[in-house]
């Protein structure tokens, strides 16, 4: 009769001990995907960060910067939500150059739909904003980029054209 008593007694203090942590468990992995877009971000810059032609260069530069700034603003937002931003996976630096633009945008794309989904945090709405608005400036300036490096591509074709020719 005692053991029946001891049970009765014991298994409501586990459900009430137990009951809280269950309820955080889902917290800290839940939306937002900072961490995913963090990693695209950072392999996004490396791939607009390479030396170009000065007309490329000045409008990835613009780029990079508009990169670390939404990345500024994410991991404030990622380490508000409780996410682990140190242990990101390394950069992959072995991407071919050719398309390197072209691929950054891809990159870029991926992390603003990430940061996109619907915020529940209050607090993390206006870092949301900003990482939003600095990604929408980042894509800008990526195609202009890529831009510039057509319109360089084609002139050097139609110099090298001519030069054939004559």
């Given at each position: ?77 990622a380490l ?51 990482a939003i ?34």
């Amino acid at each position: 009769m005692i053991k029946v008593r001891a049970i009765n007694f014991v298994a409501p203090l586990a459900v009430a001990t137990l009951l809280p942590m269950a309820a955080w468990a889902g917290f800290f992995g839940d939306h937002p995907r900072y961490v995913h877009a963090m990693s695209d971000l950072r392999t996004a810059r490396f791939m607009v960060a390479q030396p170009d032609a000065p007309n490329v260069t000045a409008d990835e530069n613009r780029c990079v910067g508009e990169i670390d700034a939404a990345l500024s603003e994410i991991k404030q937002a990622a380490l508000d939500d409780f996410k682990d931003v140190w242990n990101q996976p390394p950069v992959d630096t072995s991407m071919d150059r050719r398309g390197r633009i072209s691929e950054a945008l891809k990159l870029l794309d991926r992390a603003h739909d990430d940061i996109s989904r619907e915020e529940d945090d209050r607090r993390a709405r206006g870092l949301q904003r900003r990482a939003i608005a600095h990604l929408d400036n980042a894509i800008s300036y990526a195609r202009m980029a890529q831009e510039d490096k057509h319109i360089d591509h084609r002139e050097f074709e139609e110099r090298h054209e001519f030069e054939r020719r004559y």
